[in-house]
C-alpha cells in the first residue's frame, strides 16, 4: 500500500492534469452528493475520509439522527465531499462515485458501518470486501473493477480534497462546514451539530 505522502504528491499532481476542472463539471460521477431539500434553511458539507475511524463513528452514531431530525424535515441540506486519508480509501470513494446518486449514501453508510471488516482486519482481501459491499449496492463485478481502476477518476476525487484545503482549510477528519465557512473537525455529537447548523 503506499504511504500517506503519495497520495499526497499525487493530490499535487491530480492539480496539474490539463483539463480536469472541466472534467469535473462534465462527469456525473462528480456530481455533488447531497442529502435534503435544496431549499433546506442550511447547508453543512462534510469532508469525509471512508477509512477514518472519527467518520465512521460519526456515521455510526449521529448520522442516522441528524438525517431523521433535521434533514428529512428540511432543515439541512448535507452535502458530502471526499477528503481520502490513504489509497485504500481513494479506490473506495471512486467505487461510491460510480455508483448510481441514490445508491450513494447508503453504500457509504455500509462502508462506515463495517468498515473493521474491510479497512483494518489483518489478513482480508481489501478490494474484494469492498466489493461484496458494492455487489449488495447493485453493482456488477465489471463496473466495479473499472471504478476500482479508474486513475481519472481518482485525480478528480484527489482534487476534491486540495479544494477543501484551499477552500475551507480542512486538515482532518470529518470536518464540518456550517454556513459556509464555520469549520467544526471530529465526530462531533447531535446537539454540537444541531446547534452550528441553527446558527
Given amino acids: 500500500m503506499l504511504q500517506r505522502r503519495h497520495l499526497l504528491a499525487a493530490a499535487g499532481a491530480a492539480a496539474l492534469v490539463p483539463g480536469l476542472a472541466r472534467a469535473q463539471g462534465q462527469d456525473p ?13 442550511a447547508e453543512v458539507i462534510e469532508y469525509f475520509s471512508l477509512t477514518c475511524s472519527h467518520c465512521a463513528d460519526f456515521h455510526k452514531t449521529t448520522w442516522p439522527r441528524v ?17 481520502p486519508l490513504d489509497p485504500l480509501a481513494l479506490s473506495a470513494a471512486a467505487v ?4 448510481p446518486v441514490a445508491s450513494y449514501e447508503g453504500y457509504i453508510s455500509a462502508l462506515f458501518a463495517t468498515q473493521d471488516r474491510w479497512a483494518f482486519a489483518r489478513g482480508v482481501d481489501n478490494k474484494e470486501e469492498v466489493f ?24 478528480a476525487v484527489l ?18 462546514v456550517f454556513g459556509g ?3 467544526v473537525s471530529g465526530a462531533i455529537a447531535y446537539d454540537r451539530f444541531a446547534a452550528e447548523a441553527a446558527r
Fill in 29 to 41: 460521477r462528480l456530481a455533488p452528493r447531497t442529502a435534503g431539500r435544496p431549499d433546506a434553511r
Fill in 67 to 83: 438525517k431523521q431530525e433535521l434533514v428529512e424535515t428540511g432543515q439541512v441540506r448535507m452535502v458530502w465531499r471526499d477528503f
Fill in 96 to 99: 461510491a462515485r460510480a455508483l
Fill in 132 to 155: 461484496r459491499i458494492a455487489a449488495l449496492a447493485g453493482m456488477a463485478r465489471a463496473a466495479f473493477d473499472a471504478a476500482w481502476a479508474d486513475d481519472e477518476l481518482k485525480r
Fill in 159 to 176: 482534487e476534491t480534497r486540495l479544494a477543501g484545503e484551499r477552500e475551507h482549510r480542512v486538515n482532518a477528519t470529518p470536518t464540518f
Fill in 181 to 183: 465557512n464555520r469549520s
